[in-house]
Structures are given as structure tokens and as C-alpha cells.
């Protein structure tokens, strides 16, 4: 942690961090104390536990909760995404949510990522339509 704190002082960039298959409510002090200004999660296999463990904490900062799974061969609809995206503006400030694939996408082809990214971005401007 002292790392974070070391590069983050008087910098004027944001500091994001990555977490993967990780039991959040087990780590979310820690995950706290990082102070990082954007942290993305990998949550769209374990659905909304990880919003929960963000919310009960009120965790401060930003969170990039990811709303498909990349190791997933198929394009994720739209649909499917705005729902994650809801569950976690329930939990969430919408200030605090970036929308974001689960972890990389170098595991994918472009014939794959293409139109998943294209209804990711579907999802986030049907959301915030919703939430204005």
C-alpha cells in the first residue's frame, strides 16, 4: 500500500488498480486503504456480490464494476449488461461507476470484442438515459 500512497502524492493523473477473482468483503479495507481513484473489479461472473461489499463498505472512490465476462466465447447482450449496471447504481453512486469488461480482452478476437464493446457502450447510454 505504501507504493500507492508514494506515486499518488501530488500527482495530478488518477491511479487505478485491478482485482480479479478476489472475495471482496474479505479484502475491502485493504482494497480501502489503497486509496486508488478508480478500482475494477471483475464481478460479471459472480453477478452483484462484489457492488455489495463496495456498498456496505461506502467504499469513497470510483469502481469500475465489469459488466461481461471476456473468457466468455459469445457476444453478451446489451440486455444483460444494463442489468448488472442497474444492480450496481443500487449499491453505488452513479458518479462512482465506470463500465468496464472484466478484466483484458486479449484472451478475444476483434470478431468477438467488437460487438461486445458495442453493446457495453448500448448498455451504459441506456442506463444513464434511465438514471437522468
Known amino acids: 500500500m505504501l507504493s500507492y500512497h508514494l506515486i499518488g502524492r501530488g ?28 478500482i475494477s473489479i471483475e ?3 459472480l453477478q452483484d456480490g462484489a ?4 456498498a456496505a463498505y461506502h467504499y469513497p472512490n470510483e469502481i469500475g464494476p465489469g459488466v461481461y465476462d471476456i473468457h ?26 465506470w463500465v468496464n469488461p472484466d478484466c483484458g480482452l486479449k484472451t478475444r478476437k476483434w470478431e468477438e470484442v467488437r460487438p461486445a464493446l458495442a453493446n457495453m457502450v448500448e448498455a451504459a447510454k441506456r442506463v444513464r438515459r434511465l438514471s437522468q
Not at 51 to 54: C, K, P, R, S
Open 11 to 38: 500527482r495530478s493523473t488518477q491511479i487505478h488498480t485491478h482485482m480479479c477473482y478476489s472475495e471482496f468483503n474479505d479484502i475491502i479495507d485493504a482494497i480501502g486503504a489503497l486509496d486508488a481513484d478508480v
Open 51 to 54: 457492488a455489495d461489499a463496495f
Open 43 to 45: 464481478t460479471a461472473p
Open 72 to 97: 466468455a466465447p459469445r457476444c453478451h447482450l446489451w440486455m444483460r449488461m444494463s442489468a448488472l449496471l442497474e444492480k450496481a447504481s443500487e449499491r453505488l453512486a452513479a458518479i462512482q461507476i
